[in-house]
């Protein structure tokens, strides 16, 4: 079977940060397709995530659970809602602001978009052992844990 790595100088096929770009870029492509088959993107899946696992919560504090920028996150959310996924409902403690939660839709959405992350990450990881797939996310949470730090 001929290789289908892109080419480049060799010095690059063994530094680390091309690498890592070069998997990613991949990772990217396949998860970005899989979230296509539901015609949502990769925001969606970590707002409905989100909410799957730590329940309902503001925009601003979905945001930050998330990482996602505040527009981003209010874009992401209309999309949602019109889609009746999400629901937004004034905050009790604080009428200015909303509180977002899942809809039966949204939680069943997160649900058939995890089961598609778990497919990528079977193919993407496919020629590694079950212990390398391991060693591999232990070493890169170490390194985005360093980093995230500076």
Do not use: K
Request: proline share 5%; with cysteine.
């Amino acid at each position: 079977m001929e290789s289908t790595a892109p080419q480049s100088p060799g010095g690059l096929r063994t530094t680390p940060s091309w690498l890592l770009n070069q998997a990613a870029s991949y990772a990217g492509r396949l998860i970005g397709e899989g979230f296509a088959a539901h015609d949502l993107r990769g925001y969606h899946y970590r707002l409905l995530a989100s909410l799957a696992e730590d329940g309902p919560a503001s925009q601003a504090d979905l945001g930050r659970r998330c990482g996602i920028d505040r527009s981003d996150v209010v874009a992401a959310i209309n999309d949602l809602a019109g889609r009746g996924l999400v629901v937004r409902a004034p905050d009790p403690a604080d009428r200015r602001r909303n509180i977002v939660s899942s809809t039966d839709a949204g939680a069943d959405a997160a649900r058939r978009m995890g089961e598609t992350v778990d497919r990528v990450q079977d193919d993407l990881l496919a020629p590694l052992s079950t212990t390398e797939r391991a060693q591999l996310t232990r070493l890169l949470t170490r390194l985005l844990e360093h980093h995230s730090r500076h």
